[in-house]
C-alpha cells in the first residue's frame, strides 16, 4: 500500500509540480486520505491520495478481492483568488473515503455529492467525475493490479446534477462545452438548461 501510494505521489508532482500544502483527514473504520493542493500560475489544483491504495470493490461482491479491481485518485482544479476553496480539503476527503465507506465504484460518468456546499459560499454540493487521462497519466501497476487512474472532478449546481440523472453526463458536458461554461471558475452560476 505505502509503495503504490509513493508511486502515485510521484505522479502527482511529475504532473504538478511540488505541493504547497498538504492535509490528511481519516475517517472511523478507513485509512487516511491526504489531499494535497498544488498551486500553478492561476489555477489551484487538489488531488487526493490514499483512494488508489486498494482496489474498489463492487458492492454486490461477495468477498473483496484485496488485489484486482478498479484505483483512482481524484482531482479537481479551480482558479485560485475567487473563492476560499481551501475548505474543500475535507469534502474531497470524503469523496474519496466513499469506495471503503459505501462500497462505491467511482468511475467516469459518475455523480458524487457531499451534501453540503464543496466549500463556504460554493454554488455546488456536487460533482461529475470526468474521464481520465487528461491532467495525469495513468499509472500502471504490477500485474494483477489495474492502473490508478487519476479522475477529473467537475463541480455541479444542484440544478445541472438534476438536469444530468436525466439526460446523462455526455448531456451535461456537450451542454457546459456548447455554452463556453469555464468549469474552473468557482464562482460560475448554473449553466442555462432550457
Keep these: 500500500m505505502a509503495e503504490i501510494l509513493a508511486l502515485v505521489e510521484a505522479r502527482l508532482r511529475t504532473a504538478f509540480g511540488e505541493p504547497d500544502a498538504r492535509a490528511a483527514v481519516t ?10 493542493r498544488f498551486a500553478e500560475g ?6 487526493t491520495l490514499g483512494m488508489s491504495a486498494n482496489p474498489m470493490t463492487d458492492p454486490t461482491a461477495v ?9 483512482a485518485e481524484l482531482v479537481l482544479t479551480v482558479r ?7 475548505k474543500l480539503l475535507r469534502p474531497l476527503a470524503v469523496l474519496a473515503a466513499s469506495p471503503q465507506v ?14 453540503e456546499p464543496l466549500w463556504e459560499g460554493a454554488p455546488f ?18 500485474e494483477p493490479m489495474e492502473a490508478v487512474r487519476f479522475l477529473p472532478l467537475l463541480p455541479m449546481t444542484a440544478n445541472e446534477a438534476a438536469w444530468k440523472r436525466v439526460h446523462g453526463a455526455a448531456a451535461l458536458q456537450e451542454r457546459w462545452l456548447a455554452r463556453g461554461t469555464d468549469l474552473r471558475d468557482p464562482l460560475r452560476s448554473a449553466v442555462a438548461l432550457d
Excluded: H
Design 42 to 47: 492561476d489555477l489551484v489544483r487538489y488531488a
Design 102 to 115: 459505501e462500497g462505491l465504484v467511482v468511475a467516469p460518468g459518475a455523480s458524487l455529492d457531499v451534501g
Design 80 to 86: 485560485g483568488g475567487l473563492a476560499d476553496t481551501d
Design 63 to 71: 468477498v473483496a478481492d484485496p488485489v484486482r479491481g478498479p484505483r
Design 125 to 142: 454540493s456536487s460533482v461529475l467525475v470526468a474521464e481520465p487521462g487528461g491532467l495525469v497519466e495513468d499509472l500502471e501497476l504490477d
Design 27 to 36: 475517517f472511523l473504520g478507513t485509512d487516511r486520505i491526504e489531499v494535497l
